[in-house]
DNA sequence: TGCGAATATACCTTGACACGTATATGCCCT
DNA sequence: AGGGCATATACGTGTCAAGGTATATTCGCA
């Protein structure tokens, strides 16, 4: 398991970072909360733990897993590179969007509309 | 091949997509850059296409692909989940990081170190 | 001390996908 | 028209990772 792009290719394993955004969460929590034999989440946490996803500290008999933050940093730096393609594209989207204000009033509340990254829109995730 | 994450989780691919990053290419210019055989570039980049990271024109015999930003903002917009997350950690590294760090002065415009998302520095490939 | 809860690991099976090789398709040019 | 270049597709093969089931380990507690 080379790269972060392969850890975070797995829907299950997106499914138990989104859960420890909000908190750590021990094993059965995660377990419960996902509907996921206890075996496949031990074993994805495995796989975050040693990506440098997630770490964990002992409690009594559970196991309580949080977030790291350098995996993320990394994808967050590979991204980088395509932003600003993406953001000229979305300028272009912009000047239509801007076309389109002219033409039909609407609700525009910014005089500036804002630039740069973390413009995307979440799509969702497919199943 | 469900979801972006998927897609870009291929080392190829990631190379094709930098590829791209500096302007359209033909499959034979990326073909002899990325030394990899024609049907493979090929098969990569019907995928991309398939998951709208590209998008081809026809040149005579040529197909020219560039990059489309829709993905891309998807992957992005997956990330935003954990921005504030890793940016409570960011201080911590950027400390670190600044003494490491001559290497890379930059363009920053601003005098205060902005903070969010588009910090994160490439580590680069693991093969 | 022995039982039960919480978690980790071992083993097996299966399916997906990346690759290589071969071949098909389409276009240009003489 | 035909040959050659550029690209796409088909097919067979191997690898690897995810899932399921069973079992091991560790700890709390009666």
Redesign the interface.
């Given at each position: 398991m080379?790269?972060v792009?392969?850890i975070?290719?797995e829907?299950n394993r997106?499914a138990i970072?989104?859960l420890l955004?909000s908190s750590q969460q021990s094993v059965g929590e995660i377990e419960r909360q996902l509907r996921m034999p206890q075996p496949t989440v031990s074993k994805h946490l495995r796989v975050l733990r040693e990506a440098g996803f997630v770490e964990s500290t002992v409690d009594a008999q559970r196991r309580l897993y949080r977030?790291k933050?350098?995996p993320?940093?990394?994808?967050?730096?590979?991204?980088?590179?395509?932003?600003r393609?993406?953001s000229d594209?979305?300028d272009a989207l912009e000047r239509h969007l801007d076309r389109m204000d002219q033409s039909a009033p609407a609700k525009r509340k910014t005089k500036k509309r804002p630039r740069?990254?973390?413009?995307?829109?979440?799509?969702g995730?497919?199943?």
């Open positions: 080379e790269s792009f392969e975070i290719a829907p997106r970072l989104s955004v977030l933050p350098e993320f940093q990394e994808v967050n730096a590979w991204l980088d590179r395509f932003r393609f993406w594209h979305v740069g990254p973390n413009r995307g829109r979440d799509k995730e497919k199943k």
